[in-house]
């Protein structure tokens, strides 16, 4: 089982800069997916970055040159760095961890509560 629980969120004004957490805890024995979703209430939930492992971390088009996923292995934590924050960032961030499946192991979805980021004057 894999824990997830994210802070770091709250209020910003445009222009500015925020820093997410992820704290991970359990076994993440074979999860090879990790990264960032946001969901605006009465949207469907969109990838925000995610990082396969051996690949290049992937950005949504609209935080490009903004956002950079990081992670600190030592301490199991997963970043989010938003910088040049829009309103339009205004939304609840969950971090997500997949576990694909392997054999006839089905694959298991990691979801954290979420963090909210409002982005306002």
């Known amino acids: 089982q894999v824990q997830l629980i994210e802070s770091g969120g709250g209020l910003a004004q445009p222009g500015g800069s925020l820093r997410l957490s992820c704290k991970m805890s359990?076994?993440?024995?074979?999860?090879?997916?990790m990264g960032w979703y946001r969901q605006v209430s009465g949207k469907e939930r969109e990838l925000v970055a995610v990082k396969m492992t051996g690949r290049r971390t992937d950005y949504a088009d609209s935080v490009k040159g903004r956002f950079t996923l990081s992670r600190d292995n030592a301490n199991k934590t997963l970043y989010l760095e938003m910088n040049n924050l829009k309103p339009e960032d205004t939304a609840v961030y969950y971090c997500h961890a997949k576990r694909p499946s392997w054999g006839n192991v089905p694959g298991m979805d990691y979801w954290g509560e979420g963090t909210r980021v409002t982005v306002s004057t």
């Open positions: 359990g076994s993440l024995y074979r999860i090879e997916i």
